[in-house]
Nanobody, 115 residues
Framework: QVQLVESGGGLVQTGGSLRLSCAAS????????MVWYRQAPGKQRELVAG???????NYADSVKGRITISRDNTKNSVYLQMNSLKPEDTAVYYC?????????WGQGTQVTVSS
């Protein structure tokens, strides 16, 4: 089992940057995959970026080149560096951890990009 707590969301202007953090309650070194999702009002939840235990990453096409996922196993944390933000990036961002057969979710953090 693992608890996840996101932080770092907020209000930013178009073109600005934010760094989201996801702190886990236990070591993440053995967690198969850590994935960020987002959900905008009235829209389906979508995958933003994921990182495996070996450090392999994948990104949604809409964020490639603007968003970078990373993990620091020594701090039991995963990060989402978001640059060149657009209004369409406005959403609640969720951190998830795939552990065994279960996926654990954080409570989410709001990101709002003003035009």
């Amino acid at each position: 089992q693992v608890q996840l707590v996101e932080s770092g969301g907020g209000l930013v202007q178009t073109g600005g940057s934010l760094r989201l953090s996801c702190a886990a309650s236990r070591s993440i070194s053995s967690i198969n995959a850590m994935v960020w999702y987002r959900q905008a009002p009235g829209k389906q939840r979508e995958l933003v970026a994921g990182i495996s235990s070996s450090g392999r990453t994948n990104y949604a096409d809409s964020v490639k080149g603007r968003i970078t996922i990373s993990r620091d196993n020594t701090k039991n944390s995963v990060y989402l560096q978001m640059n060149s933000l657009k209004p369409e990036d406005t959403a609640v961002y969720y951190c998830t951890a795939n552990l065994g057969l279960r996926t654990y979710w954080g409570q989410g953090t709001q990101v709002t990009v003003s035009s």
